[in-house]
């Protein structure tokens, strides 16, 4: 009877060590599962997060005066709209956006300088003025501005194609006039040739040179500023060369 007893009771404890032990490797199971499941769909929900879509829109437009340095006594009128990235101004802007991609487009900056001298009491002295281009992504929501070698803001008229821009650049001293090709993707300019003619003291804006004029099928921009002959340059992706008037003649017999 005692033996039976015995036999029975060690049954009963290594019944009770072993559910012990499967319900410990079950639980333990449980939650390696659910750390390794948190661990797969980290990225995933960190991605969802950072692709939640913006709304870029831009605010109605207003009339404004811009005073250049050499034409304070006739101001000329602006169209400056802001530039609101989900309700809130961002930044105030001119002139028409050029789409680059679907999701990335280009516009040039205005902003309000603080015309007060140090003497001056008061209220600040606002004046707007013509900044440079900025890049706008509509998926992060992001504005950030361009650097443009030598790009002037009241000198420079600028011509977006694809993801080129064209324009007349300008030295710092003002004695030098290129014509300047740059790519959103590149630092350096993919052309920048030196043109004839410079700054006068005298000059009003956008008078370095008229902006460039583009055509594809192959990709060309053409400079014509006032104190040089038209220049011509044919882009082949990171690169450009001139153009001759016998290459000219010869596509236009094609």
């Not at 449980?30 to 769909?41: A, E, G, Q």
């Not at 707007?128 to 281009?133: D, E, F």
């Not at 959103?184 to 008229?210: F, T």
Request: aromatic share 10%.
């Amino acid at each position: 009877m005692r033996c039976n007893l015995l036999r029975f009771a060690g049954k009963m404890m290594l019944f009770a060590l072993s559910t012990f032990s499967l319900s410990t490797i079950l639980l333990s199971t449980f939650f390696f599962s659910t750390i390794l499941l948190s661990i797969i769909l980290l990225p995933t929900t960190a991605h969802a997060a950072a692709a939640k879509s913006h709304v870029i829109t831009f605010g109605k437009a207003m009339q404004v005066k811009w005073f250049s340095a050499n034409d304070e006594a006739q101001p000329r009128i602006l169209k400056v709209r802001p530039l609101l990235v989900d309700g809130r101004i961002k930044e105030y802007t001119l002139g028409s956006a050029h789409e680059v991609t679907e999701r990335q487009f280009v516009v040039q900056r205005a902003f309000r300088l603080n015309d007060s001298l140090p003497d001056d009491t008061g209220a600040p002295r606002w004046q707007w003025q013509r900044g440079g281009w900025l890049l706008v992504d509509r998926l992060t929501g992001h504005v950030s501005a361009i650097n443009l070698a030598e790009f002037d803001s009241t000198y420079s008229a600028a011509s977006w194609y694809r993801d080129y821009v064209a324009y007349c650049g300008v030295s710092d001293d003002g004695k030098k006039i290129s014509a300047v090709v740059a790519q959103l993707s590149r630092r350096k300019p993919v052309l920048k040739k030196a043109l004839a003619g410079s700054i006068a003291d005298d000059a009003l804006p956008d008078s370095a040179c008229p902006a460039p004029t583009w055509q594809r099928g192959p990709v060309r921009v053409s400079f014509e500023p006032a104190s040089d002959t038209k220049q011509t340059f044919a882009i082949r992706g990171r690169a450009a060369d001139l153009v001759s008037d016998a290459d000219e003649d010869e596509e236009a017999s094609k």
